[in-house]
Nanobody, 128 residues
Framework: QVQLVESGGGLVQAGGSLRLSCAAS????????MGWSRQAPGKEREFVAA????????YYADPVKGRFTLSRDNAKNTVYLQMNSLKAEDTAVYYC?????????????????????WGQGTQVTVSS
């Protein structure tokens, strides 16, 4: 079983930055692809980004390409979502998830929302 704990959410002005973290624990957790999704009020949950177990490949949704960067530190069992140039429409609860083992970033993105393991979410609010 894999446990995921998100942190780093908060309130930020439009144009600002935030970095979300997701700490993973469990057996073989470093063999899992990791990803993020988000859900805004009144909207369906949507895919944001995914990263392979090795960290060498990433996959992003079009609305966040060029603004968000996903990385991972397998020594710390943690993935990071660096969010820059934030917009009001990025306001949502952000969820970390794990898929695997040994899925590619793109295959994880394609499997959304049928991911194996989910965190509880962290709120990101962007004020305009």
């Amino acid at each position: 079983q894999v446990q995921l704990v998100e942190s780093g959410g908060g309130l930020v002005q439009a144009g600002g930055s935030l970095r979300l973290s997701c700490a993973a624990s469990g057996r073989m957790v470093n063999s899992y692809a990791m990803g993020w999704s988000r859900q805004a009020p009144g909207k369906e949950r949507e895919f944001v980004a995914a990263i392979s177990s090795s960290g060498t490949s990433t996959y992003y949704a079009d609305p966040v390409k060029g603004r968000f960067t996903l990385s991972r530190d397998n020594a710390k069992n943690t993935v990071y979502l660096q969010m820059n140039s934030l917009k009001a429409e990025d306001t949502a609860v952000y969820y970390c998830a794990a898929e695997g083992p040994f899925r590619t970033a793109q295959s994880m993105g394609m499997r959304f929302p049928a991911w194996d393991h989910w965190g509880q979410g962290t709120q990101v609010t962007v004020s305009s």
